[in-house]
């Protein structure tokens, strides 16, 4: 196993160096970052938890969310970029044929095929057994049409793991549903790039597929019916990334805020010898303290492989609302400065509220985490 703390200390210097100085203006022009992604290549950060023998960094789950949330601490935008990445490498590791791995690991772990998950369609997110991209089989090859849409990575990746209906009218619906690995060829476009609130600089896309041909053996696993199951197992490691991030966010929010609430004076005094602001402080801290004891279960859980939806999906609520509440906190401390682009708390502001939204809404958390605990104690 790598040596953590030399990654962890590389990804900071990294970080300093490369990312602090431009990140703001990247983000304000949503402006893809091509000079950092490079060195994240450089640094084998595509290849983070991709294990050692298929060239990959080897991380464990703990790690890999230690490295996300000072990431996110910076830029959350940068953790966007290796997160359905590496949910795809995770789903081939775990799942993928033996030549899938030896074909794909690799090449996923230096960053020379990079992507993410293709899932969410028009029509369709949380209820993704109501999909409508079709792959027919037509003999050693499967025949694609749909569109999917807010694809991170859409249109600087090159391949997405694919959650498609091979039988449309299959019942219980996710029995139709598969995954593949789909490079970008004829047949297979970008629609168009999103614009957002935030989370800007990463590409968000719509990706179109007309009669897109793609070999059988690209089939994850090599069986059909499953993949609704395949990107389960890959939103597991999703919501450690984004449940990482919101620690992130949240710890960023709280060292503006605490930096801010001591320079700044009002009546004679700094402003956190106000009670109002001190007590919006300590809750602050609290709430990130919390989040981030939760997110490390939950990654411990993965670190052992065990089945971690409950504690990854809690995790990933509280992880996320902490950020959210937060970025308005630190926004309200900085009075009229909060609401300036000037001030990165702005940013974070605008940053966190899609971390409510991916990896599953934070309402489907609840019922996750709700169905599990009545799983947990029968009557
Ligand atoms: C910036 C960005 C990046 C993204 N990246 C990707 C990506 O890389 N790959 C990908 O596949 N997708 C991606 N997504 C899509 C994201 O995963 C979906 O937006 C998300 O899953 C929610 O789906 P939806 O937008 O269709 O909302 P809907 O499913 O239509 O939900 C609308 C509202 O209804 C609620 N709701 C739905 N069903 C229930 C229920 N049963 N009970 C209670 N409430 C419910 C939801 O919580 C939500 O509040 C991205 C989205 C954004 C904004």
Redesign the pocket.
Known sequence: MTDDRAILDTVERFLERHVRPVASTLERADEYPHEIVERMRELGLFGCVIPEGHGGLGLRPSTYAQVIERMSWEWMSLS?IIN?HLIMAWIVNRIGTDRQKREFLPRFATGALRG?????EPD????LQAIRTVARREGDHYVVNGT???????IHGTCFAL?VKTDPTAEPRHRGMSMFLAEKGPGFTVGRK?A?LG?RGID?AELVFEDYRIPADRLIGGVEGAGLKHAIVGLELGRVNVAARGVGVAQRALDEAVRYAQQRRTFGKPIHEHQAIALKLADMATRTEAARLLVGKAAEALDRGDRSDYEAGMAKLFATEAAVENSLEAMRIHGGYGYSPEFVVERLYRDAP?LV????????QR?LIARRLIERSPI
């Open positions: 966007g359905s993410g998950l293709a899932l969410t369709c997110g949380t209820d999917k849409t807010w694809i991170s990575n859409g959650l999103l957002k989370y968000s899609l939204i991916g990896e599953g809404t934070n309402e489907l019922l």
